[in-house]
T-cell receptor, first 114, second 112 residues
């Protein structure tokens, strides 16, 4: 079974703090993704990575950065957290399943910025 | 602006009834349309998916209907069960790359 783990289920931070969200996958997948999930807006892609040290901006990269130093680990960084970054953050990795690239998600980190 | 629009936002259905969720897209370059199911406290998981060369795909009680000319696709949950209560997301992927574009989600509640 594919396993994607995220370092925290719940996190509370203060405005202006630097926040690190960690994600680890155990399936040797090339691709990894960070989304945020907000009611009514679905999942919106923040950043993704298709290889170690490679990254591409998604649809809403502003205020975020990422790091991928090892294949299995993809980190999301909020340089200076703001209240509008309060959200559920989901990490995913993707690999072939049934002939199609399939994304597998972690359980999510609910971040509250006060 | 959402490239994949999903409706309704929420749905209540009686046990044994049919749940129907609709999605519409604009980008004709999309060529793969998965549905994801998310239970509370869990990440989304792939439920069923379709390519535009077929008009329908069925897996158990779950069916995707696809209308390429209308750029619409829908998920039907037949004989809905309380265990189907979850949030459902439609998504679309283009020919190039591995990025998924998600709809806004539908929260389904199946009453016993």
């Amino acid at each position: 079974d594919v396993k994607v783990t995220q370092s925290s289920r719940y996190l509370v931070k203060r405005t202006g703090e630097k926040v690190f969200l960690e994600c680890v996958q155990d399936m040797d997948h090339e691709n990894m993704f960070w989304y945020r999930q907000d009611p009514g807006l679905g999942l919106r892609l923040i950043y993704f990575s298709y290889d170690v040290k490679m990254k591409e901006k998604g649809d809403i990269p502003e205020g975020y950065s990422v790091s991928r130093e090892k294949k299995e680990r993809f980190s999301l960084i909020l340089e200076s957290a703001s209240t509008n970054q309060t959200s559920m953050y989901l990490c995913a990795s993707s690999g072939l399943a049934g002939g199609q690239d399939t994304q597998y998600f972690g359980p999510g980190t609910r971040l509250t910025v006060l | 602006q959402q490239q994949v629009k999903q409706s309704p936002q929420s749905l209540i259905v009686q046990k044994g009834g049919i749940s129907i969720i609709n999605c519409a897209y604009e980008n004709t370059a999309f060529d793969y349309f998965p549905w994801y199911q998310q239970f509370p406290g869990k990440g989304p998981a792939l439920l069923i998916a379709i390519r535009p060369d077929v008009s329908e795909k069925k897996e158990g009680r779950f069916t995707i209907s696809f209308n390429k000319s209308a750029k619409q696709f829908s998920l039907h949950i037949m004989d809905s069960q309380p265990g189907d209560s979850a949030t459902y997301f439609c998504a679309a992927k283009g020919v190039a790359g591995n990025k998924l574009t998600f709809g806004g989600g539908t929260r389904v509640l199946v009453k016993p």
